[in-house]
């Protein structure tokens, strides 16, 4: 499967304030929340503090 982001995320805002349009390195599971979310699946939902601990994580 090709690189999901390979031309930046779709978004036209072109002020490089984006980790994927400037090409950062993205956490896998991160692709795959991305992926999953835009294929229609189920996202794992989870608490205020869990998604914080999360987004500290990436």
Known sequence: ???A???GC???HGDGT???CRGEELS???I???ERA???EPVVSMTVEEAA???RSL
Do not use: H, R
Request: glycine share 8%.
């Open 1 to 3: 499967m090709d690189y």
């Open 5 to 7: 982001f390979k031309d």
């Open 10 to 12: 779709g978004d036209d």
């Open 18 to 20: 984006c980790p994927i």
């Open 28 to 30: 896998p599971d991160f």
């Open 32 to 34: 795959a929340l991305l």
């Open 38 to 40: 835009a294929s229609g």
């Open 53 to 55: 601990e999360w987004i």
